[in-house]
């Protein structure tokens, strides 16, 4: 198959030449690794979680308008809302399940799962290293269903903390977390915490692996990327002729790079000739998704690649209420699965995500970090002046016994 098209503006520029190039060095595992076993409803899971991605990828696409670089992770964001989603009832729990793609399952078959991803998801290759790991911060004095937190420390493995939110020093304690767990590429995820928070959920997601077959440094050189608008800037290109699986239609070229043991992969979408990254976007949807996979062969051929390194950030609010968890953000949230009292009022305040990738001969390195800000609707009340003659007493808490007891009728009198 002969891959004609050279210079295409899109957010992943692929040429392709035929032309003879030297091959780059194959990475020749000395250990297989394992497959991920999933049930069929973990299966449905997965089906439904690349829905939500790809859902949630549109969403937040269509807020990113001055033509900079996107790059999220839906898993982590499932992940987070996922232990969130333990504390909610009813319509919230509901809203939850239609935007994740829990629809037809039960709660304790979706923890199963998630349980079955964090614990086999990094065992799957010794040469690729991925970290998921998850946390739960309340506030310090507020009372948290012991059953919620049972659940998300078993399913999701999540660290359990209790924090005072008003110290200086519970944002750090929450952000160096999360920069020890994605290797310090995602240094904060939060600015400060608000008086009426009382949680924090949070994701952190590290990826780290080698290509099967990596490109050689020395045949890196710099050529055009066409921007959206067609003018160009001269980025590094990577240089090799490698194994991968291609496929293209009249929408797009698809070429699938596989890291080590082909255990995960990065998959790069082209639009076709004619048709711009803007415009193919929201044709992508899960079937579609699907049917580029499935048409997958395999192919060996010159292929060159931008090397790429860059951050993301992004407040999910909107692109999750546009998915349809709006009520989960008002005060008509039901989350008493976390604590029982209806008086709080709680719902989420704010989703967070941070995202980070470099691409380079040698591999790629990305990481991830979601957190989910639930908080209380109700203001503390301002205490009232006591400004009426008034008794009290000094006591003894356990036995309740009295030291001493007296009354105030003016505060200004100094006795006797």
């Known amino acids: 198959m002969k891959l004609k098209r050279i210079t295409p503006p899109l957010l992943f520029a692929i040429i392709i030449s035929l032309a003879s ?19 069929a409803y973990e299966q449905q899971k997965v089906t439904a979680d690349n829905a ?13 308008t001055d033509g900079s670089n996107l790059f999220i992770s839906p898993l982590s964001v499932s992940f987070a809302l996922g232990m969130t989603s333990n504390g909610a009832e009813n319509a919230t729990l509901t809203a939850f399940q239609n935007t994740l793609g829990f629809d037809g399952l039960t709660q304790t078959q979706v923890n199963t799962y998630y349980n079955n991803l964090i614990t086999n998801l990094p065992q799957l290759d010794p040469y690729t290293t991925l970290n998921i790991a998850n946390s739960i911060w309340y506030k310090q004095g507020f ?3 012991p059953q919620f937190l049972q659940t998300d420390s078993n399913s999701f493995h999540a660290q359990i903390q209790a924090l005072d939110f008003s110290s200086p020093a519970a944002p750090g304690a929450i952000n160096n977390w999360v920069s020890n767990k994605t290797n310090g590429f995602i240094p904060t995820i939060i600015k400060s915490i608000p008086s009426n928070a009382v949680m924090y959920l949070v994701n952190a997601l590290y990826f780290k692996s080698t290509w099967n077959e990596k490109f050689d440094p020395a045949q890196t050189r710099n ?15 990577m240089n090799g002729d490698v194994d991968l699986n291609y496929y293209a239609d009249s ?12 255990k995960f992969s990065m998959v790069i979408v082209e639009p076709a000739a004619g048709t711009s990254l803007a415009s193919l976007i929201p044709q992508v949807d899960s079937a579609q998704w699907q049917t580029w996979m499935s048409s997958l062969q395999h192919l060996k051929n010159t292929i060159m690649l931008p090397k790429l390194k860059y951050s993301f950030g992004a407040n999910l609010n909107q692109p999750l209420i546009n998915m349809g968890l709006g009520i989960a953000f008002t005060t008509n949230a039901d989350f008493l699965g976390i604590n029982s009292n209806p008086a709080f009022q709680l719902h989420i305040s704010q989703v ?9 001969e040698s ?10 800000g639930v908080v209380t609707s109700i203001a503390p009340a301002p205490l009232p002046a006591i400004n009426h003659p008034f008794l009290f007493a000094i006591r003894e808490m356990s036995s309740g016994i009295i030291l001493f007891i007296g009354t105030v009728n003016n505060p200004l009198l100094q006795g006797n």
């Open 352 to 360: 967070v995500h941070k995202a980070y990738v470099e691409t380079d």
């Open 21 to 39: 190039c030297n091959k780059g060095t194959k990475v020749t595992p000395m250990l297989p690794g394992k497959n991920l076993v999933l049930t």
């Open 143 to 145: 009372s948290v269903l």
């Open 223 to 237: 050529l055009s990327f066409y921007l959206p608008d067609n003018s160009t800037v001269q980025a590094p290109f």
């Open 251 to 262: 929408k797009a070229y698809v070429y699938e790079l596989p890291y080590s043991n082909d």
């Open 52 to 64: 939500f991605a790809l859902r949630l990828f549109k969403s937040v696409d269509s807020t990113v």
């Open 363 to 372: 591999g790629t390195t990305a990481a991830a970090a979601t957190s989910v």
